[in-house]
Nanobody, 116 residues
Framework: QVQLVESGGGLVHAGGSLRLSCAAS????????MSWYRQAPGKERELVAR????????DYVESVKGRFTISRDNAKNTVYLQMNSLKPEDTAVYYC?????????WGQGTQVTVSS
């Protein structure tokens, strides 16, 4: 059974930092492209950051470049999202995603709220 379990969300003031974690089980983690998505109220889910299987390449949505960093530890089956200089517009539910070919899995999401 595949499970992606996110943690690390919470309430933070603007300018603060949070580190999200996503622990995977039931998959050969090192094969998967791992991503973080987010969905704000009334908006569509958007891709925030992505990291390839061996970690050699990362991609970010323009709005988080220079503030967020995605990383992975294949030995721990975990992907991280370090979020610095948070802004109120970063408020959303953040979802972990694992993708390998046609296989795609989602976590349950973790709420991030940034107060102004």
């Amino acid at each position: 059974q595949v499970q992606l379990v996110e943690s690390g969300g919470g309430l933070v003031h603007a300018g603060g930092s949070l580190r999200l974690s996503c622990a995977a089980s039931g998959v050969t983690f090192s094969r998967y492209v791992m991503s973080w998505y987010r969905q704000a109220p009334g908006k569509e889910r958007e891709l925030v950051a992505r990291i390839v299987s061996e970690g050699s390449r990362t991609d970010y949505v323009e709005s988080v470049k220079g503030r967020f960093t995605i990383s992975r530890d294949n030995a721990k089956n975990t992907v991280y999202l370090q979020m610095n200089s948070l802004k109120p517009e970063d408020t959303a539910v953040y979802y972990c995603n694992a993708n390998y070919g046609l296989l795609r899995y989602w976590g349950q999401g973790t709420q991030v709220t940034v107060s102004s």
